[in-house]
């Protein structure tokens, strides 16, 4: 069985590895015998060798199970199953606990947070055949709510560059979103696919960046590059091929379900409603009607174009 270099109880002795994803530096420790490479694949293309003199936006440390029992006050505020696998989301007095079961059959994994999420430990099963994905996962969780407070967002998106800009395309999980990169790349010269699944977009200078990330969802595609962005754009799956596109309230309102955050947080929803607003204000947002075809990249390619401000 693949236990990454540990065994049971080894967590006495930890190695500290430093990240960097979208210009936030982050901290992962783990027990000092684990194989960082096998544990974290994706991660590699941001491993940096100091923290650039910064503080770490956050500090995520690994250690062998099991977890701290529940506390007393401890609420329970979403359970669901998704590719991330079956999440609990619970509130604590002085932060998050999230349990995470990859499959119906894995052991169960807990990560406890501060409440903004500057902070975690993760009381993992090393044994679990899977946890190279717990552990991805896990840490884009806490990744996604820390850069909240930062000016950037985490978003469920395909994301594509083309002549030095990124193109967004967001939608339900099964609207077409890879499909529409991929109609991009195969038919507009020069196109790129930046991120499949979790790119990150944040304001800086008053431009909006668009970010490669480690979670890229089924597509291996983890580039620590970095453009500005072109147009975000909402798929929604129709018989047709229409572009429509939508300005203040309506541009938020199509953005916001592809971002996450933890929408009983009150100080992380402000921080995503200002970064936000500040993104529908700078670029071309729209949404695309769309059937899975040649006609629909170039509808949408020619509405950006003719929607941006």
């Known amino acids: 069985m693949d236990d990454y270099g540990l065994s049971k109880g080894t967590n006495e002795m930890s ?11 982050f901290s992962v420790s783990v027990p000092a015998e684990t194989d960082i490479e096998r544990l974290l694949p994706s991660f590699l293309p941001f491993r940096c060798e100091t923290d650039k003199g910064d503080k770490p936006v956050f500090r995520w440390r690994a250690v062998s199970g099991p977890a701290p029992e529940k506390e007393e006050c401890t609420t329970l505020l979403e359970e669901s199953f998704n590719d991330l696998g079956h999440v609990s989301l619970w509130r604590e007095k002085e932060g998050y606990r999230i349990g995470m079961h990859y499959t119906a059959q894995s052991p169960q994994h807990v990560m406890k947070t501060s409440r903004d999420f500057t902070s975690a430990v993760a009381y993992i099963q090393w044994e679990d055949p899977y946890v190279s994905c717990v552990c991805t996962s896990l840490l884009r969780i806490v990744y996604s709510q820390a850069v909240l407070l930062q000016g950037a967002i985490s978003l469920h998106a395909s994301t594509v560059y083309q002549e030095g800009y990124a193109y967004l395309f967001l939608g339900k999980s099964g609207t077409g979103k890879s499909t529409h990169s991929a109609l991009w ?11 499949d699944d979790n790119p990150t977009v ?4 008053g431009k909006v960046v668009a970010y490669g990330t480690p979670w890229s969802g089924k597509t291996p595609c983890y580039k620590n590059l970095c453009f500005p962005v ?8 129709a018989p047709f091929n229409r572009f429509t596109p939508l300005k203040e309230v309506n541009a938020f309102v199509a953005l916001f379900p592809g971002c996450a955050v933890i929408r009983q947080d009150g100080r992380l929803c402000d921080g995503l409603y200002d970064t936000l607003s500040q993104i529908v204000e700078r670029v071309p ?4 009607e769309c059937l899975p075809e040649e006609e629909a990249a170039e509808v949408c390619r020619e509405g950006i174009r003719n929607g941006g401000k």
């Open 15 to 25: 190695t500290e590895w430093l990240f960097c994803v979208a210009g936030f530096v």
């Open 185 to 195: 790349m195969k038919h507009f010269e020069g196109t790129d696919l930046l991120n």
């Open 202 to 205: 944040r304001v800086e200078g």
């Open 230 to 237: 072109g147009g975000m754009v909402k798929l929604v799956q």
């Open 285 to 288: 947002v729209g949404r695309l």
